[in-house]
């Protein structure tokens, strides 16, 4: 069995981040892309990507990716 590894898989902006640090042409570009990515995903006949963020300030930071590890092991060997 391989060991689990914490993997950097998506790419998450604040949105407070993204008002405060782009410019309105920036904000239409990042839109813009975006709908790009959301259009390829339907066009492979995905469903939209839906997720949980939890900041490494949070209270339960650690324990969400203990659960994140355990369903990881439960379903090793299960492919």
């Known amino acids: 069995m391989s060991?689990?590894?914490r993997e950097r898989?998506?790419?998450?902006?604040?949105?407070?981040?993204?008002?405060?640090a782009?410019?309105?042409d920036?904000?239409?570009?990042?839109s813009a892309l975006m709908?790009?990515?959301?259009?390829?995903?339907?066009?492979?006949?995905?469903p939209p990507l839906e997720c949980v963020v939890v900041e490494s300030d949070w209270p339960n930071y650690q324990e969400t990716w203990d659960s994140v590890q355990e369903v990881?092991?439960?379903?090793?060997?299960?492919a």
């Open 9 to 20: 898989r998506y790419l998450v902006a604040k949105v407070r981040d993204v008002e405060a």
């Open 72 to 78: 990881w092991e439960a379903n090793q060997g299960k």
């Open 35 to 46: 709908d790009k990515v959301e259009h390829h995903r339907e066009q492979q006949g995905k």
């Open 3 to 5: 060991e689990f590894k």
């Open 22 to 24: 782009l410019s309105d």
């Open 26 to 30: 920036d904000k239409r570009q990042l």
